[in-house]
């Protein structure tokens, strides 16, 4: 397979370290908000990347963090802590807040079909870990103490600007939303190891330390979480591209450092979803949510479905025309498939040419498009059976994850009957305008794992594993 590496500025061919085995950390989300649709065009490119690994053969072990203390989302000791203000604003405590938008992380990811990773770690859950780190690279020389914080200083390392290249636009946009850079530092590039002189007199999130009561900085969390999960080398590490400066740029520092060896391989950055030519962040007020996305209407595997035909690597731009554009798409594609009569006998070749072709798409730099390319071509070509039709299109949509055959095509469910009713009483509830009590059918039936999907010839209806 070939990537493009952000570390080495190219496309290269990927190697992993052990033969067949993927080891692959992703930056996970802040939970202090809701996620919004362009970090989830993020998570969906890394979860396409995982899939399309698996699909090649790889066995792929995956971590990631969650950011759970909102102090852990910058640098800087200026500003306000975000989670403790969340948890002023709704009433509940720091704790409660992570556990619910760690939880509405997880449902977002699950509408959009994004595996949940193998591993999956708070950043609160490995403090001794980043101590322990913290304390090798003091006895290294690598980091120092100043005004009561412990900081790793970038003078120490000759290429601490490898993976930004040098580019200076890469290197301002980095630090994470709503946040500032910190002063109290040898060189405007070091960065926060460990605080214990904190203004944030009012946070419920203290630990004691070597250094004093205090917290992690920003970047610790995810040289922790991946080494002590995935080990000594990283075969890819994944995220927005946003992320690259400061962010990534720390982790291979603190972690190289701290390993005495080069740590990560493959650097995969995936671009932004813009609105109006900016970037969707919370701090632009310009975000939209999965459920901003149910409540105008949509089936978020329509945004998963717009996602995948735009490139990883290229801006896509957002609109609701265009989201609607592709949900026409994607429902006409549902449509076609649903027609297709599983009859004829296997054909071999043509599902290997076709799988040939699928594959030699995702090869090329995740060219999503191109795969979806591959699988419009199978639907016109008549020299194909609908028997090898439906078992090439299954096999893709391990890689796609649109939902692309109903689990049960070829078969009712056991509540059919029940089912179409509701589906029915529903298209009433909507002719008369009572979309409260549409929308609660269609809850209703999502809580038993029926996923309701509106085309053009009316409602479907497709399974999902309820956890
Ligand atoms: P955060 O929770 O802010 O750390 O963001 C989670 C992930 O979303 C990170 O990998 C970010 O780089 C990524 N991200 C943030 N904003 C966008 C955006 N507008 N489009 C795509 N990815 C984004
Ligand atoms: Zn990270």
């Known amino acids: 397979m070939e990537l493009y590496n952000t570390l080495t500025h190219k496309i290269e061919?990927?190697?992993?370290?052990?033969?067949?085995?993927?080891?692959?950390y992703t930056c996970g989300p802040t939970v202090y908000h809701y996620a919004h649709i362009g970090n989830l065009r993020t998570y969906i490119s890394e979860d396409v990347l995982e899939k399309a690994l698996k699909y090649m053969g790889y066995y792929v072990q995956r971590a990631m963090n969650i950011t759970d203390v909102g102090h852990l989302t910058s640098d800087s000791d200026s500003g306000t802590d975000k989670m403790v203000d969340s948890a002023q604003k709704e009433q509940k405590t720091v704790l409660e807040i992570a556990k619910f938008y760690t939880d509405a992380f997880f449902d977002d990811c699950k509408a959009l079909n994004i595996r949940k990773p193998d591993v999956i770690s708070k950043a609160t859950e490995n403090i001794d870990f980043y101590i322990e780190i913290i304390l090798t690279l003091l006895q290294k020389g690598y980091a120092y103490e100043s005004n009561g914080n412990i900081y790793f200083d970038i003078t120490k390392l000759e290429?601490?600007?490898?993976?930004?290249?040098?580019?200076?636009?890469?290197m301002v946009v980095g630090v994470r939303e709503g946040v500032?850079?910190?002063?109290?530092?040898?060189?405007?590039?070091?960065?926060?190891?460990?605080?214990?002189?904190?203004?944030?007199?009012?946070?419920?999130?203290?630990?004691?330390?070597?250094?004093?009561?205090?917290?992690?900085?920003?970047?610790?969390?995810?040289?922790?979480?991946?080494?002590?999960?995935?080990?000594?080398?990283?075969?890819?590490?994944?995220?927005?591209?946003?992320?690259?400066?400061?962010?990534?740029?720390?982790?291979?520092?603190?972690?190289?450092?701290?390993?005495?060896?080069?740590?990560?391989n493959y650097w995969f950055?995936?671009?932004?979803?813009?609105?109006?030519?900016?970037?969707?962040?919370?701090?632009?007020?310009?975000?939209?949510?999965?459920?901003?996305?149910?409540?105008?209407?949509?089936?978020?595997?329509?945004?998963?479905?717009?996602?995948?035909?735009?490139?990883?690597?290229?801006?896509?731009?957002?609109?609701?025309?265009?989201?609607?554009?592709?949900?026409?798409?994607?429902?006409?594609?549902?449509?076609?498939?649903?027609?297709i009569k599983e009859e004829g006998d296997f054909q071999d070749s043509a599902f290997n040419d076709y799988n040939e072709k699928f594959m030699t798409a995702l090869k090329d730099d995740l060219n999503t498009a191109n795969a979806l390319t591959v699988l419009y071509d199978l639907l016109k070509d008549e020299t194909i059976n609908g028997y090898t039709k439906l078992k090439l299109i299954r096999s893709f949509d391990k890689v796609l994850g649109l939902d692309l055959i109903s689990k049960f095509a070829g078969e009712l469910h056991p509540q059919h009957d029940?089912?179409?009713?509701?589906?029915?009483?529903?298209?009433?509830?909507?002719?008369?305008?009572?979309?409260?009590?549409?929308?609660?059918?269609?809850?209703?039936?999502?809580?038993?794992?029926?996923?309701?999907?509106?085309?053009?010839?009316?409602?479907?209806?497709?399974?999902?594993?309820?956890?």
């Open 269 to 339: 950055h995936a671009q932004h979803l813009n609105v109006k030519d900016a970037k969707m962040s919370k701090s632009q007020g310009n975000i939209i949510t999965v459920s901003t996305l149910k409540e105008e209407g949509f089936n978020p595997l329509s945004y998963r479905y717009m996602c995948l035909n735009s490139h990883y690597r290229k801006i896509l731009e957002f609109t609701f025309d265009s989201l609607k554009s592709s949900e026409t798409a994607y429902l006409k594609l549902l449509n076609r498939i649903s027609m």
């Open 13 to 24: 061919e990927f190697i992993p370290h052990t033969p067949e085995v993927v080891k692959m």
């Open 159 to 170: 290429d601490y600007y490898k993976l930004t290249n040098h580019k200076a636009d890469e």
């Open 418 to 467: 029940e089912i179409m009713a509701l589906i029915e009483k529903r298209a009433e509830f909507k002719e008369e305008h009572k979309f409260t009590e549409a929308d609660g059918i269609r809850n209703e039936l999502a809580a038993r794992g029926i996923e309701l999907v509106d085309t053009r010839e009316g409602t479907i209806y497709n399974l999902k594993e309820v956890d």
């Open 180 to 264: 500032e850079e910190d002063t109290g530092k040898r060189n405007q590039a070091d960065f926060v190891l460990w605080f214990t002189k904190s203004k944030f007199e009012d946070q419920e999130l203290k630990w004691n330390s070597p250094f004093g009561v205090g917290y992690p900085g920003w970047h610790i969390e995810c040289t922790g979480i991946s080494i002590k999960n995935l080990g000594e080398f990283l075969d890819i590490h994944c995220g927005g591209i946003d992320n690259i400066f400061p962010h990534h740029t720390n982790e291979i520092a603190q972690s190289e450092s701290y390993l005495g060896h080069k740590w990560c």
